[in-house]
């Protein structure tokens, strides 16, 4: 990992007597680009990290081409209705005559679109409340506390039920909107304790002598050092969001129109599918949903070794 | 036969995905019954490496790579787990640095001894509480400590119980990894004193692993210096002392020398010894042309006081500083010494208006640095900054050197770009660290602690301020890295003029440095005056406790 950090050009081989020629512009800590390509080699590095790498990408890769994997359309509904698997159509058809494999195919794309948006937007949230919440002292943190303990002790499930359905069939946007609401505040806590943590050391205190103001000490000395905390609170919060949102449209509080894993569960479950011997329209979008959050469960695992050398030699053993 | 012989051992460190690093290089030494030697060497030179090794503690990524380790005649390199849990009654312990986190914080220290006897079950169950209560006042800690947990006891107390436990095994071999480094000085002399007399007591054979040649000369009858991964000298403590043969030990002796001399004496500072001796004898403020800015505000403290809320309820408050006045002129040095908790530091951070006093003021120039409100602050730290005791952790570690130096010259200058970046490289060149075009670029893990400590000076130097608070700047540092840092701050105090408060617990680094002294205890000041005199004819039983804590390899002479 060193090696990699030490690879920009090198200054010092630009013989030049004058400073004011070389390299004007300042360097960051460390560009995007190669914190990124650096992250993804070490979770690589780890055995079950790369599984979930490899399991996310099938998934990521389906829902990308959804249209040309799946034979059909994702509601075409021109078919027989509660067919067996068949060559036509691998795992049968649905009550209302759909193929099933196509709709596995399409209802990937909610899912992944689902766990990422929502993912992100609800780490997003987590940084902001927890750094600031972090850093500062006095009523404002006493303010921030009642807020976040309070999103705390709500149980999500019922709040998520009931925001969705009084918004009822707002379609995928709403979904998201709840489940962020619901799944920020676990994340913020624990940067919040992190951020305690760091801001207490040394080059805290010596950016402040520098004359750095609170925000850039925030997200510019402090964030930076919390890479695989927000990483791995990034992946918890897009499992869940995944499983929230097969959730909510499998209790049929969701769109029931789009076609996703949750609804496909809840339509098989309103047809009786398991009575009628038709096992495969609970199995496989049930499967596919285990999959994906596991994919993403077992990433974390290396996320885990992201800022913490002694994990990543401790696997060698 | 000897006790325990090591034939050609090499510890090798095998990281996942990295270059394996040899951290012990073919050492072969013997270690004779009922002796006390001294393992001694510099951080990375692989001493802890080689004394894991010889009790079997090493982990991955250590791995033993080659050589045998024949413990009362018998090779330990490669025996089985268990066997080596049997061979640790009665065979090899170990006490390591930092043993006193070592105890489990929800058992008391009585559970602590009798996990050891039931694991072994060396001792009858009957005998038990008299054995460990026999153990602990070997160790001079009163039995009533058993009952207690390890969150009750004092660092220096918990030192000694780890030592008690490790006893408990009756081992033949006792290995000390830097038992008393993480103390503080007062403590560390004490714990000291205490494993001479038990290892003359009990006659059990001792390995001092330490980076401190004085501590080891101290104790020791034999020294083993380690560098690079090499035992380079393994020679009776008098001879290490009188006729160092290696080249590496007579650099780490030069750099011990007695604060209470007429002339002291490092190597780099010799100079500057010279010029105390002069100042100290008039009794004057330092004179000398300074080429740069005159600092020209003063610092005021004045009958300062600071309590912190008590550690628990009911309790009194606790009182960090005393009523504490003094006035750090402009251009002067000024040493605040004492043991931790005298309230030394607390100091730094009142007049750097990290802390608000309770009562009393401070003043710098006009401003009250209490009453100063965040842009007052800013204002106030562009006068005077801080340079930090540990550089491992003042630099943000995913920083550029660039990027550190670059943030106080635009914040506090109107320069930018170009003219920002000239000023960074001028500052590298100023601390030292040359080519100047490689050093910018680097990340602080790609540096010696040295090093970073320079770069923590240079931002501290970066808006040309006019005091600067020292930290214990040398503390964490090598011993050989020591006199380069306070030459290089000595220097810039007088080169650009600037007036420095000095904070440590090293009475020689602050002779070597400043031109007037206090002494803190409790808070409150003991001692103060011109730091030759004072050192030298010092007055407070305190004072003079604090001049006998420090390791004198000299002692050791006298003793051998």
Redesign the interface.
Known sequence: ??TQ??L?????S?PSTD??T?????????SPWRVLTRAVATIW?NKKARLGLVVLGVFVLVAVFAPLIAPYGASVNGFGRNQPGSSAHWFGTTAAGEDVVSQVVFGARVSVLVGFIAGTLSTLVAVLVGLSWGYVRGPVADVINFIVNLFLVIPGLPLMIVVAAYLRNGGLPIIILVVVLTGWAWGARVLRSQTQSLRG???V????????GSWRIVFR?IL??MTSLIAGSFFGAATAAILAEAGLSFLGVGDTTTVSWGSMLFWAQNSNAILTGQWVLLFAPGLCIALLATSLTLINFGVDGLSN?RL?????? | MSLLEVTDLSVVYEPHGAEPTYAVRNASFALERGEFVGLVGESGSGKSTLGFAITRLSKAPARISGGCILFDGRDIAGIEAEELRRQRQGGFAMVLQSGMNALNPVRSIRNHFGDIFAAHGHVPRDKRRARARELVEKVELPASVLDRYPGELSGGMRQRVSIALALSLEPQLMVFDEPTTALDVLVQHAVMNTIRDLQRAENFTALLVSHDLGVVLESTSRVMVMHDGEIVEDAPAAQILHAPQHEYTRMLLSHYADPRAEVVELPGLAVRGATIETSGGSVAVPSGGRAGRLAHSAIVVDDVTKLYPPPRRGEDPVTAVDHVSFTLEPGQAMALVGASGSGKSTIAKLVTGVERPTSGSVRFGDDRVETLKRRGLRDLRREMQMVFQDPYSALNPLNTVEYTLTRPVVNYSALRGVDARRRVLELLTTVGLTPVEQFAAKLPHQLSGGQRQRVVIARALACDPQVLIADEPVSMLDVSLRAGVLALLDDLRVQFGVSMLYITHDLLSARLVTDHIMVLNRGRVVESGVTAQVLRFPKDAYTVELLDAIPQPARAGGAA
């Open positions: 990992m060193t950090a030490m920009p050009e090198s200054t010092g630009t400073p004011a070389v390299v004007p512009h300042l360097r960051g800590p460390a590095s050391r040394d080059f205190t010596a950016a402040q002598f520098a004359g750095e000395e930076p050092n050398p990543r030699e401790g696997a060698g053993r």
